[in-house]
């Protein structure tokens, strides 16, 4: 039987429970395939698909490269890949990760519009920070139906949140009532419309999640060179702008939303500063250890580097306290 819709599902934090709740109310005869995404470690067992086989009546298995698209199957992301959809069938790929992750969600929502256009239903769940909101807002533009998590039903509601405010959501529900209301969609054709034009940035994106080189793919049309660079590989970030949403690419396919920008150089940040402690800590020790070598002959010397031991010791010391205890926010002037 031809396959008429398919659902892509995202979440992250707290997604298991939330997973396991919706599959069980999935009737054996669900009609569509599912594709779920969930943010895992790349050294992850890999056993969501087994939790959620055991309890719900749909086979779950472990998406695998090339494999078909059967309806009524759910195809879980396998740790450390990507999950991405083509016409019949799925592909799992080492692409670039995306909002610091892979699988990330954002592969698998873009594929499922650029391959199923109005026919497509994306789910984002409970979760963190914003991943899946561009895949989102590419179905959303194609036509599909965008659901979210209910942000007052996840306990982890920044990902369902911040979809309500960056796509035109069509339902809001809570996890309870999410099968029932995938149930009866799948059922229902999608409106039949004009095709939409698939945008260029879409296809090019979908093509540096299936491997393809992301220069060769045209990464360098998706957006304008900004002033800041790749977290994870320190090249220049490409800026670009979806109805006034911000987001960046880099030329080797690295992707960031602006939330995930921005916790990522808060890390970066954090990370430099502790480099740095290191290093005076390290040159207080080395002075210490230079001054304790000297004869008595040589005092003056040996004062000189125990003072300036302390003084490496008290910078290490004010920057150790300005990491480890938060800054105040700054109030804003009325």
Known sequence: MAIQRIVVIGASAGGIDALKTLVVSLPHDFQAPLCVVMHTAPDSPGMLHDILARVGTLPAV?????VRLRMGHVYVAPPDRH?????????????????????????????????????????ILTGNLDDGIAGLWALKKLGGIAIVQDPDDAPFPSMPTTALQSVAVD????????????????????????????PRHVDIEVDISKETNAIDAGVEETGIPSRYTCPECHGVLLQLDEEGRMRFR?????????????????EGIEVSLWAAIRALEEGQLLMRKLAANLSDEQSLESDELLERATLLHQQSETLRQFVIRPVEPVEAKS
């Open 171 to 198: 339902y809001r529900v809570p996890i309870a009532d999410l099968g029932r209301l995938l149930s009866a969609l799948v059922e229902t054709e999608p409106a039949r419309r004009v095709p939409a034009t698939v």
């Open 83 to 123: 999950l991405v959809i083509e016409p019949g069938r799925i592909r799992v790929t080492r692409g670039p990760r995306e909002n610091r992750f892979r699988p990330a969600i954002d592969p698998l929502f873009r594929s499922a519009a650029q391959v199923f256009g109005p026919a497509a239903i994306g789910v």
């Open 250 to 266: 880099c030329h080797t396919g690295h992707a960031y939303s602006r939330d995930t920008l921005r916790a990522a150089t808060e």
């Open 62 to 66: 472990l998406a695998a490269d090339g």
